[in-house]
């Protein structure tokens, strides 16, 4: 019973990896032995926990070779993978679209007949003082410090929103669709308000560049999330647990995806975004992203002809 | 058989072997938790301490744009600490230093490692499980679910263990060796079923672990029964009758059975 170097993990030479799975046979064979044939409890007990551990390191998550390895090896599958689950989840993302952008053009439409509607939703001042800083415009851009703070912030507030939004859709939809709402709206306010102050022109030149990213990767979190919750409300011919594990998985990537534009839209929005460059190509550059961006979800991976499951 | 009311979890595996996984329990999970919010945020302090220096020093030689630096990647630290160190380590190890130090590790409900897919699902619910505040929802669920499990733990589909580690198990040596009196009394082969065995051997390992009060009463409960239904007096204490009993039906009236005046006694009986 000298088989206790059977679960030290990993690091094991070529040797010790090659005797690992007899050996964990023979533990096996050991054990139902000492099962049936009841001996001793505290031997079923050792043989048990060893086979135990032995089955976590056999038994484990596809090759857990390198890191670097493995992404490389994944990246096209992950490439194609992110749109097609989008698209399989289309019904959700469409609602999720609306929930989004019907308050967003109620308070932007809001805001911009009646100012005062904004500072309900933000306060008067920092409304102000965002009026007062995008009407300077962006000639000067901002130093490189500023840049990196606020692409921080960006990363640390907007991928944090966009997973929470997916994540509290486990209770039926129901958080997701909160979230939804209530950013758009406050999205639309706030744009409402700077353009009605008469600041719409530069407003527009600063989020081109990196709204497809963000508000898109919003709207893909929350239709993750409204999928999840619907998963419950509606399981089909599984129950409610077995639904929701099965789509959640399909959802994992989305949430990535969208997490990974947010970063991108973080970047973006830190470092391009507020950079003294011209409008005229700050306005090109957005269309092109957004362009991109819908004819990467809408077609990649359909040539492969494999989308299965198309719901 | 009925359902065991232990807090366990029966895995079987491709080789058709059952065995079974403690779950762990609010407890022990708690306090992991608690750990791992100390090593993140304990090291987000240092970090911003750090970072507070240097730009302090910088803001001296006027260097405003330093400082704003030192606050973005404060910020992106502090999403790595929300966001990215549960999964992370989890993805990788199964386990964060937290769960390492209480001993606990997240398995799949087949009994699996767990991968990105179901590190990501489990921590990503933390905020539903947060809900509405203090971890109520995901605790209440906890105590629902069969397996402890919080809602991230349902649809990931994984479990948080706490894996046995393999210990050898000393051979059960009958100490002090039997008296020829105390032999004379119970006669050669001894037969038990396989349940009696099991329990009767379970309270022999555990009788050094027990007060002696305790002893008594755990033996006085089922050593009369058994002397009744094998026509035997018992004259003697009842947890050594027990012993005797349970050392001659294992040995099955093998010479070794008796001879052990040449062993040292184990440490348990020691302590006794």
């Known amino acids: 019973m000298q088989r206790a170097q059977t679960r030290r993990i990993r690091k094991l030479d070529p040797e010790e990896v090659r005797r690992l799975a007899p050996l964990y046979r023979d533990t096996c064979a050991d054990l139902s032995r000492a099962q049936a044939s009841h001996y001793s409890a505290a031997l079923v007990d050792y043989l048990q926990a060893l086979s135990a551990s032995a089955h976590g390191v056999l038994y484990s998550a ?12 994944h990246a096209h599958a992950v490439w194609v993978a992110f749109p097609r689950a989008v698209r399989r989840h289309w019904r959700s993302m469409a609602i999720a679209f609306l929930l989004f952008f019907v308050p967003f053009f109620g308070g932007f439409v809001g805001a911009w007949v009646d100012p005062t509607y904004a500072f309900k939703i933000a306060p008067e001042p920092m409304l102000r003082q965002l009026t007062e800083s995008y009407r300077q415009g962006f000639s000067t851009g901002r130093d490189a410090g500023q840049d990196t703070f606020m692409a921080g912030f ?53 989020v081109v560049g990196h709204s497809t990213f963000e508000l898109g990767a919003i709207v893909i979190a929350g239709g993750a999330g409204l999928s999840l919750g619907w998963s419950m409300v509606s399981p ?40 003294g460059l011209s409008s005229t190509l700050k306005r090109s550059i957005g269309g092109a992203f957004f362009v991109t961006i819908l004819a990467y979800l809408a077609l990649v991976g359909r040539e492969a002809g494999a989308e299965e499951g198309a719901r | 058989m009925a359902e065991p009311l232990d807090t366990v979890v029966v895995i079987e595996t491709p080789e058709h072997i059952v065995f079974r996984h403690r779950v762990a329990g609010p407890a022990r999970r708690a306090v992991a938790y608690g750990i791992d919010l100390i090593v993140c945020y304990g090291s987000l302090i ?35 600490a929300q966001w990215v160190y549960f999964v992370a380590f989890e993805t990788f190890t199964g386990r964060t230093p937290g769960k390492k130090l209480m001993g606990l590790r997240v398995v799949t409900t087949e009994g699996r490692p767990i991968g ?14 947060f809900l509405p505040t203090a971890y109520l929802l995901g605790g209440s669920f906890l105590f629902l679910s069969k397996r402890f499990q919080r809602v991230g733990d349902l649809v990931g589909g994984t479990l948080v263990v706490v894996p046995e580690k393999p210990t050898v198990a000393t051979a059960n040596v009958l100490w002090p060796p039997p008296h020829p009196a105390e032999l004379a009394a119970i006669p050669q082969n001894i037969v038990l079923d396989a349940d009696e065995r099991a329990a009767i051997e379970l309270f022999v390992r555990r009788r050094g672990a ?63």
């Not at chain 1, 939804?180 to 406050?186: E, K």
């Not at chain 2, 990105?116 to 990503?124: D, E, K, P, S, V």
């Open chain 2, 210 to 272: 027990l007060g002696p009060a305790r002893e008594h009463e755990l033996a006085v409960m089922i050593a009369p029964g058994l002397a009744a239904r094998h026509g035997l007096p018992l004259t003697i204490d009842p947890s050594r009758f027990l012993a005797i009993l349970h050392d001659r039906a294992t040995h099955a009236g093998r010479k070794e059975a008796v001879v052990r005046d040449s062993l040292p006694p184990p440490s348990s009986r020691e302590a006794a």
């Open chain 2, 116 to 129: 990105f897919t179901h590190a990501a699902l489990r921590n990503l619910l933390r905020v539903a499980d």
């Open chain 2, 46 to 80: 240092g970090i911003a301490l750090v970072l507070s220096i240097v730009v302090i020093g910088g803001a001296f030689g006027g260097q405003e744009a330093l400082a704003n630096v030192g606050i973005g990647l404060f910020l992106l630290l502090l999403f790595c």
């Open chain 1, 154 to 206: 960006y990363v640390y507030n907007n991928v944090g929103i966009a997973l929470r939004c997916f994540a509290l859709g486990v209770l039926g939809g129901l958080g997701s669709a909160v979230y939804l709402v209530y950013n758009g709206l406050a999205t639309g306010a706030i744009m409402g308000y700077v353009a009605s102050q008469g600041a719409g022109d530069n407003i527009l030149t600063f």
């Open chain 1, 236 to 275: 089909g011919r599984v129950t409610r647990i077995a639904s929701l594990q099965a789509v959640a998985k399909d959802l994992v990537v989305i949430v990535s995806g969208a997490a990974f534009m947010l970063l991108l839209a973080a970047m973006i929005e830190g470092y391009w975004s507020a950079s």
């Open chain 1, 62 to 73: 596809p090759a857990k070779g390198r890191i670097a390895q493995r992404a490389r090896a």
